[in-house]
């Protein structure tokens, strides 16, 4: 027992020693971990997201402080300034400078705008007023025509596109303020609007919570992709393994203390996510079910096992980590880790089946509640201990555990 | 000019010899492509997606429909019962629902699908509010015109991701160049024995760069012949910026690799120093996700790598971007000119035998 603790030890040490494993092993996860939060944990949320505009003002009427020009102009320089400190204003808003031609002014803009250094550019035409008044009176062919705003935007430009799609709410609700100021709308008849969230609870999940569990099976799954057949064939080849043998340690001894080691690793990784998550990053969800624990468990000696699997069908370590390398992002980004794969064509569908991440994934996210079983549980379980059994079997027959002479 | 052809005959074999080299630079980003083509080709495009909606006996159906068909592309399944509607959306048949019971409008969502909700809930506001006026009787003072203002038809945010991942390929290629292929040479003592040879050190370099070259020309055609063809995305590619781009790319991102190769004390970590910070890099440079998603902080450091402005020179020169013809010459000239100053060092300091 005494030696499987000591090659346990080892191989921990040693992960954590080789500064390329730790940052493969620890801060790679850790650097998607909070890229990713803080990337798509704010999105809409203001005070968190921000946009340049630009807006112009052209209407003749416009200098009248209680014009529609001029309401319009204020809301935006509004949300021009942080809503708390510390915080980031939803748009700063570029304006035509005291005595500037708006048509250079435009025309500037415009070009920022396709070249990418503005989102949008939001254009009130001349006689606004008016059109607004007009399109409010009484109209000899029925209703009459709104008052046109212009909103340029970029399609080629994410950015851009959620920029126009937050100017229009806000225009919208200007539009409101219109009509209620008018009496043609009445703010306090509206109707009541709500939203239900279908899930564990009766909220929206945070995307801290969604990440979190995908985030740890890919500290485990690259641990276990580069780390094991990393350890056993650079070893091997650099005839360490060989030291071993001529000692009275067994094979299976070996395989139960770097297997323990390799256990003791995912631990270490999966505390200092849950850490990092938890207390820095705000997420919610409670790992502390056995359900969660078991599947955390399988990931783990899955993901071991599959490392066996490439170090016993590569010939040399520079083969095994190039295979690693090619099976790695495929079998991460192919099963619903970051993006949704409801969707995607027969061929890629029948990789996501096959792929065991796929079912662990959606195992731990059931497991904590954070997404409805796709997969009934003797798949999430099935599927990866078949995995196992390929991986032990093939592993059996073909792992070589010396060079050859 | 001898030793040059010798060495330039040597590096192509060796190349194509190296069937993972190859996988690599011609293969694996093909694989990148076809996975993220699919998974984000409709990312936050919710023109795609299916509302179900649920009317209660005793509402007004006709004012819903009227509201309704304003939905856009936005697909409309009925449902006869809320508590089907509601399964449908936990199954995930339908991306979100609403119902109207006379009083409320309330909208369902899975609150697991925190990728796509955002976008679920913008349509779910417009048709709100055009609900309210259409109910009091109202018709807005108001209207906005988007206008876009590309210039090329794009095919959404895959049409930008595709030449980033041009950029990278060849940011890629010319890091692991030096940091890879070079210092490999080096840790296997085959450089002791070039230069030992009357070969100029710059030879060998040149011959480097050359077939590196070669392969990034053909890797990045043929991404984006694949593309074009499987994905239907729609370039306008200018060959001459694409020509000139390309080649200063390469051997400024060998540049590049020649700091990494001087920094470090083993050969063999350079490559490993040079795929951490490539993949560091890819994450941030807006190659995947837009720059402006990010905090101030992130941005500030996207733009201070080399990657972000190689991959907007990219869309350049693939029309999908618009940028100042001054600026795409200036990043250009840049990266030739980390590669003019850096090329001698790289002869000098890591074309040289390992110390002993």
Not at chain 1, 236 to 253: A, E, F, I, M
Not at chain 1, 380 to 387: D, F, S
Not at chain 2, 19 to 34: D, E, G, Y
Not at chain 2, 35 to 61: E, H, N, W, Y
Request: glycine content about 8%; charged content about 15%; overall charge neutral.
């Amino acid at each position: 027992m005494k030696e499987v603790l000591l090659l346990a030890l080892t191989h921990v040490v040693t992960a954590i020693r080789e500064r390329v494993t730790l940052f493969w092993f620890l801060v790679f996860p850790v650097f998607m971990l909070v890229l990713l939060s803080l990337i798509f944990g704010q999105i809409g949320q203001e005070g968190e997201i921000h946009f340049d505009i630009a807006l112009i003002d052209r209407d003749a009427g416009g200098s009248d402080p209680a014009g529609f020009a001029s309401m319009i102009v204020s809301v935006f320089e509004g949300l021009a300034k942080p809503q708390a400190a510390g915080q980031e204003p939803l748009f700063t808003v570029h304006r035509p400078d005291q005595g500037e031609d708006p048509e250079a002014f435009l025309d500037r803009e415009l070009t920022a705008l396709r070249r990418g250094r503005l989102a949008a550019v939001v254009v009130i035409p001349p006689d606004f007023d008016a059109a607004v008044l007009r399109g409010m009176g009484p109209s000899p062919g029925g209703d009459a025509e709104p008052a046109k705003l212009h909103v340029y935007m970029s399609r080629t430009s994410v950015a851009s596109g959620m920029a126009a799609e937050i100017i229009g709410q806000v225009l919208s609700e200007i539009d409101r303020e219109i009509l209620a100021r008018s009496g043609r709308f009445d703010p306090t008849a509206g109707v009541r609007t709500e939203t239900v969230w279908l899930g564990q609870s009766d909220e929206e999940t945070s995307y801290v919570d969604f990440l979190l569990p995908g985030i740890v099976l890919m500290g485990f799954f690259t641990t276990g992709l580069f780390g094991v057949p990393g350890a056993i064939l650079f070893n091997r080849d650099r005839k360490v393994l060989r030291r071993y043998w001529v000692t009275p340690l067994s094979v299976p001894r070996f395989l139960a203390g770097f297997s323990l080691g390799h256990l003791a690793l995912c631990a270490l990784q999966f505390t200092i996510l849950f850490l990092l998550g938890r207390y820095a990053l705000g997420a919610t969800i409670s790992f502390a079910r056995p359900e969660a624990f078991l599947t955390l468990l399988l990931a783990a000696v899955t993901f071991m096992a599959f490392g066996f699997l490439i170090a016993s069908l590569a010939r040399t370590a520079n083969a095994g980590m190039a295979t690693a390398n090619v099976l790695n992002m495929p079998m991460m980004f192919l099963s619903g880790m970051f993006f949704p794969v409801a969707g995607l064509p027969t061929f890629l569908m029948a990789i996501v089946y096959a792929n065991p991440v796929s079912y662990l994934v959606n195992g731990l996210r059931t497991s904590v509640g954070v997404e409805s079983g796709s997969f009934s549980s003797g798949l999430v379980i099935g599927v990866p201990l078949g995995w196992i059994a390929l991986s032990v079997l093939v592993a059996a027959r073909k792992l070589k555990w010396d060079v050859e002479r | 000019m001898t030793a040059f052809r010798a060495l330039l005959a040597s590096e192509a074999r060796i190349l194509l010899r190296d069937r993972m080299a190859l996988f690599f630079t011609l293969i694996f980003p093909l694989i990148f492509i076809l996975i993220f083509g699919f998974l984000m080709g409709d990312i936050g495009d919710v023109s795609q997606s299916t509302m179900g909606v649920f009317v209660a006996a005793g509402a007004d159906r006709d004012l819903l429909d009227r509201t309704l068909s304003t939905a856009g592309s936005t697909a409309i399944e009925r449902f006869e019962s809320l508590d089907a509607m509601q399964e449908a959306v936990t199954d995930r048949r339908i991306d979100f629902a609403l119902s109207w019971d006379g009083s409320a409008l309330r909208y369902f969502y899975d609150a697991n699908r925190v990728q796509e909700n955002y976008a679920f809930q913008q349509v779910a506001a417009g048709l709100a509010t055009d609900f309210d006026l259409r109910r009091q009787g109202a018709t807005p003072a108001i209207s906005v015109e988007p206008t876009d203002v590309g210039e090329i038809a794009t095919t959404g945010w895959f049409n930008l991701v595709l030449p980033g991942i041009l950029a990278f390929s060849v940011l890629s290629s010319g890091l692991f160049a030096v940091s890879g292929h070079l210092t490999a040479m080096k840790e296997r003592k085959i450089l002791d024995r070039l230069i030992v040879t009357p070969m100029a050190p710059v030879a060998l370099l040149a011959a480097i760069a050359v077939v590196r070259l070669v392969v990034v020309y053909v890797s990045t055609l043929i991404t984006l012949l694949v593309g074009v063809l499987v994905f239907g995305l729609r370039y306008d590619v200018s060959w001459l910026r694409f020509a000139v781009f390309v080649a200063c790319a390469t051997v400024g991102t060998m540049g590049i690799g020649t700091i990494i190769a001087l920094l470090v004390r083993r050969p063999s970590s350079a490559s490993n120093i040079a795929n951490a910070l490539a993949m560091v890099m890819m994450f941030l440079a807006g190659i995947y996700f837009p720059v402006e998603f990010m905090p101030r902080f992130l941005r500030a450091i996207s733009e201070g790598l080399p990657l972000t402005h190689m991959a907007n020179a990219m869309r350049y020169v693939t029309g999908v971007m618009d940028m100042a013809d001054t600026e795409f010459w200036a990043i250009t000239f840049s990266l030739l000119g980390i590669a003019v100053v850096l090329f001698p060092v790289l002869a000098r300091y890591v074309v040289r035998p390992l110390r002993r």
